[in-house]
């Protein structure tokens, strides 16, 4: 076990990586250092969890590999809130948290993140079996005999995504990234057409799904990201594809300021599936 620790920490560089985020040009730049997993190293406690799951919704491991990161990211903002619901620590600031998910038995996986002050961030460690295992990481029993809330990645005051048209911001420069710097993203089929008429979809999918957000607040889907540590909505944005079928594209939605704003278009594929899977785990069920 001391070898297993002692690795990992020399070897940190090899599973991290730190570099200065840079948005998309609608979001202008930012020189914030932040931490990044190694998206080519799967998490030995995603490999651990995901053929115990109960409800295997994910599309594939990748995908709860992305999950079991952004937990890492949202624990850094549950404890300088002081969200003590959501999490134990001991006395290395190491974290145990609950990630929503069940085992096959019904019960809480729950995980050790490892807090690694050269990142200033918690990466996934192992998962926790037994109430010994608190003891044999560092924390009391008292610790083992607490009852944890499932993982939240919505704040107390966070806003209800409801909005109006009159709520969004449609600017130029938005429409030039999503038109023109992102028009390969678009089917084959719209690429050639003029740049006001693409445009004209846009505002029709978005004024439809602000209609059918209003009557059901679940038809947007809500993302966090792990790097900038905020929540997005997905709206569909469909082109060729029947509105009873699922979109080629999704319009990423996010507020800026005192309005929302169009970000940019994703392709509606099985990563970003388990994007909205991540914040909505049980949705799918019934």
């Known amino acids: 076990m001391k070898f297993c620790h002692r690795y990992r920490e020399e070897h940190a560089e090899r599973i991290c ?25 799967l998490s030995n406690v995603t490999e651990a969890i995901y053929g115990r799951l109960l409800f295997p919704n994910w599309k594939s491991m990748k995908g709860l590999d992305r999950y079991i990161k952004i937990i890492g ?45 050269k990142y200033k961030t918690y990466i996934a460690e192992r998962v926790i079996e037994s109430k010994q295992d608190y003891l044999n ?23 209800v995504f409801n909005p109006k048209k009159e709520d969004f911001d449609i600017n130029q420069n938005c429409l030039i990234h999503i038109i023109q710097e992102r028009r390969e993203r678009f089917p084959e089929s719209i ?61 990423v939605v996010r507020r800026s300021g005192d309005f929302y704003e169009i970000k940019t278009i994703l392709s509606y594929d099985d990563e970003l599936k388990d994007r909205i899977t991540a914040l909505s785990l049980y949705s799918k069920l019934w």
């Open 191 to 251: 690429r050639s057409q003029s740049d006001s008429k693409i445009a004209g979809q846009i505002m029709n999918a978005l004024e439809r799904g602000i209609k059918m957000q209003r009557r059901d607040r679940s038809f947007a889907k809500a993302s966090y990201s792990g790097k900038s540590g905020t929540i997005s909505w997905f709206m569909p944005l469909h082109i060729d594809a029947p509105l009873s079928e699922d979109p080629e594209l999704v319009m």
């Open 73 to 117: 990211a949202r624990i850094t903002q549950l404890v300088d809130a002081g969200r003590t619901e959501y999490f134990v620590a001991n006395k290395t600031k190491s974290a145990i948290v609950n990630t929503g998910m069940m085992d096959l038995f019904g019960n809480d996986f729950l995980v050790l993140y490892r807090y690694y002050e």
């Open 137 to 159: 990481y560092g924390f009391t029993k008292e610790q083992s005999m607490m009852q944890i809330e499932p993982i939240s990645f919505f704040d107390e005051k966070e806003e």
């Open 17 to 41: 990586k730190v570099e200065t985020e840079v948005k998309d040009r609608s979001e202008g730049y930012c020189e914030k250092t932040i931490f990044i997993k190694n998206e080519e190293v």
